[in-house]
């Protein structure tokens, strides 16, 4: 962002920075995050205006399928290892959508309208059977995460260059050997097989 470098030539502060008409014809300070989530710093590097209207500006945006897509899958499957092994079963999963969805829409009623109908709702909950996806890459009934839902913060940098990145993993997991295994479920499409990481135990 050329108004940071700018801002720290001229010995104003890294986290308020004028940017006199850098991307509007306005002159006003803009306070800068001092932590930022992956997804956010991917966003900087997509696009910078699409940064400073989601960072700086904080611009509503609407709800959208994916976004909420993902967040009931990882509740579910959160909630599958509150079942003991043995119990945590593709049927279980599909019967968790349901009271999981409920509860998003207790705290977002917004989230309904992104479908039509009842029938298009009920076709969309059991389309997230896709859940049960989750069942061919492995077991739940082997695991037992040392963390469920586990926020990482670290930061990277020294003095003005300093950054705080930080966000949510779905788990870590312990082997019985030691290894451990960072958690971060998808419900996007697979990567190709070149860039999938290799599993560093089973």
Same mark, same amino acid.
């Not at 509860?103 to 009920?122: C, M, S």
């Given at each position: 962002?050329?108004?940071?470098?700018?801002?720290?030539?001229?010995?104003?502060?890294?986290?308020e920075v004028a940017e006199p008409g850098a991307l509007f014809d306005v002159d006003v300070?803009?306070?800068?995050?001092?932590?930022?989530?992956?997804?956010?710093?991917?966003?900087?590097?997509?696009? $910078?205006?699409?940064?400073?209207?989601? +960072?700086?500006?904080? /611009?509503? #945006?609407?709800?959208?399928?994916?976004?909420? @897509? *993902?967040?009931?899958?990882?509740?579910?499957?959160?909630?599958?290892?509150?079942?003991?092994?043995?119990?945590?079963?593709?049927?279980?999963?599909?019967?968790?959508?349901?009271?999981?969805?409920?509860?998003?829409?207790?705290?977002?009623?917004?989230?309904?309208?992104?479908?039509?109908?009842?029938?298009?709702l009920a076709e969309w909950l059991l389309g997230e059977v896709v859940a049960g996806r989750?069942?061919?890459?492995?077991?739940?009934?082997?695991?037992? $995460?040392?963390?469920?839902?586990?926020? +990482?913060?670290?930061? /990277?940098? #020294?003095?003005?260059?300093?950054?705080?990145? @930080? *966000?949510?993993?779905?788990?870590?997991?312990?082997?019985?050997?030691?290894?451990?295994?960072?958690?971060?479920?998808?419900?996007?499409?697979?990567?190709?097989?070149?860039?999938?990481?290799?599993?560093?135990?089973?």
């Amino acid at each position: 962002m050329d108004g940071v470098v700018a801002g720290e030539a001229a010995g104003t502060s890294g986290s308020e920075v004028a940017e006199p008409g850098a991307l509007f014809d306005v002159d006003v300070p803009v306070r800068l995050p001092s932590a930022l989530s992956p997804s956010r710093a991917g966003d900087f590097m997509q696009c $910078p205006l699409l940064f400073r209207l989601r +960072v700086v500006d904080k /611009v509503p #945006e609407p709800p959208n399928s994916a976004a909420t @897509r *993902g967040t009931l899958v990882h509740a579910v499957l959160d909630r599958l290892f509150d079942l003991p092994a043995g119990g945590r079963t593709p049927d279980e999963a599909a019967a968790l959508l349901r009271p999981e969805w409920d509860r998003l829409l207790a705290k977002d009623p917004g989230l309904g309208q992104l479908f039509g109908t009842p029938q298009e709702l009920a076709e969309w909950l059991l389309g997230e059977v896709v859940a049960g996806r989750y069942f061919t890459l492995e077991d739940p009934n082997r695991l037992e $995460p040392a963390e469920r839902e586990w926020f +990482v913060r670290v930061a /990277v940098g #020294e003095g003005a260059d300093r950054l705080v990145l @930080r *966000g949510w993993s779905t788990g870590l997991d312990v082997a019985p050997n030691g290894l451990l295994r960072v958690v971060d479920y998808k419900t996007g499409k697979a990567p190709p097989a070149a860039m999938r990481p290799r599993p560093c135990f089973r």
